[in-house]
């Protein structure tokens, strides 16, 4: 769950042209087509920005970009940001969660300062305390979902 919006670009693009854009925008290469944004400041961004591009099987180049749906106003902006460079950029169109040509937007009060830390704080201490529990429930029963995934998870 999250924000989507896929950029469609023409092949006629060079690839590496692409790539280095997304760089310039300030995104940190995780692999060949993935990307990932994310900015330490005073909390203001909550998860950034995942971003993939698939250069093989369309009739177009898609770029792919996600925010989890505990994101923030300027994680929200930062990907908005996004897909309107590229669109300026390399031209296209862009389909987002919200319709073709449509920004994102968020209906969330914004957290800033102190209050998004301590909500990022206890976000990412839950999401660690089910993980465990996860592992617990799973450790004595191989036969649950996820097994192979949490046991090598844990090593």
Aim: charged share 25%; aromatic share 18%; with cysteine.
């Amino acid at each position: 769950m999250g924000h989507d919006a896929t950029n469609y670009i023409s092949k006629k693009v060079k690839i590496n042209d692409l790539l280095e854009f997304i760089t310039l925008l300030g995104y940190v290469k995780k692999s060949k087509y993935e990307f990932s944004f994310f900015k330490e400041d005073n909390y203001k961004y909550m998860c950034g920005i995942y971003l993939v591009v698939y250069n093989k099987g369309f009739d177009d180049i898609q770029v792919c970009t996600h925010t989890l749906f505990v994101c923030s106003t300027y994680d929200i902006d930062f990907q908005n940001f996004t897909i309107k460079q590229l669109k300026n950029r390399f031209g296209g169109y862009f389909i987002t969660d919200k319709g073709k040509n449509r920004y994102l937007t968020i209906n969330e009060p914004e957290k800033i300062g102190i209050e998004a830390g301590l909500f990022q704080l206890h976000y990412k201490l839950e999401n660690e305390i089910s993980l465990a529990d996860a592992y617990l429930m799973t450790i004595d029963n191989p036969n649950t979902p996820f097994y192979e995934y949490l046991i090598n998870f844990s090593r």
